[in-house]
Structures are given as C-alpha cells and as structure tokens.
Nanobody
Framework: VQLQASGGGLVQAGGSLRLSCAISGSGFSIDTMRWYRQAPGKQRELVAAITSGGLTNYADSVKGRFTIARDNDKNTVCLQMNSLKPEDTAVYYC??????????????WGQGTLVTVSS
C-alpha cells in the first residue's frame, strides 16, 4: 500500500488549498483515511478523518474551515482547506488504515506535503 500526497504550497492568509492523497496497490480495503499535520517544533496532530461510511471528524482548530472527502472507487482522499491561517502552516500527511484480504491490518503514511500560509 503506497500513499502519494500532493497539493501543498504557499498561500496567503484567508486563501484556500486542496490536498489530495492517492492510495495505490492491490489486495486490500481501506477503512479510515486521515490527514495529520506537523508544524515545526510541534508534535504531529490529527486534522481530519473519514471512515469508509463517510463519517467525519475534525480537530477543533479546523472545524468549519476544512473539509475531508474520499472517493472509495478511486482510493483517494482530499482535504479542502479554506480560510487558511498562518498557524495552519505545517507538513500535512495522509494516513490510511485498512486490511489486506485475509484480514491482516495495516496503517500506511504518505510522504507529506508542505503547506505554508503567509500573513
């Protein structure tokens, strides 16, 4: 299972970015997809998550501004980020939890994509 994140960049405060994460491979099913972020000098934190059934949850700091969505047919997950703030600056990582056919669970990470929000 491989995850490839994209869509990061530099944006001014108040702007928007859309992150995407494509999951490749075969012989597995994905349960929960998540986006995490890690700012310089800080611990990695959960930003948003979405289950296979479409249930979502968000960090309080991004509620109302970020939206997570997934395409189960394409095995992709996106994070639409609006009204960005300088404190959203971080490396964003996608994460997938699932099972291989046969039942063995896995958790995989993408390589991270940098989001920089200027004031």
């Amino acid at each position: 299972v491989q995850l490839q994140a994209s869509g990061g960049g530099l944006v001014q405060a108040g702007g928007s970015l859309r992150l995407s994460c494509a999951i490749s491979g075969s012989g597995f099913s994905i349960d929960t997809m998540r986006w995490y972020r890690q700012a310089p000098g800080k611990q990695r934190e959960l930003v948003a998550a979405i289950t296979s059934g479409g249930l979502t949850n968000y960090a309080d700091s991004v509620k109302g501004r970020f939206t997570i969505a997934r395409d189960n047919d394409k095995n992709t997950v996106c994070l639409q980020m609006n009204s960005l703030k300088p404190e959203d600056t971080a490396v964003y990582y996608c994460n997938a939890l699932g099972k291989y056919y046969g039942g063995r669970p896995f958790g995989s990470w993408g390589q991270g994509t940098l989001v920089t929000v200027s004031s």
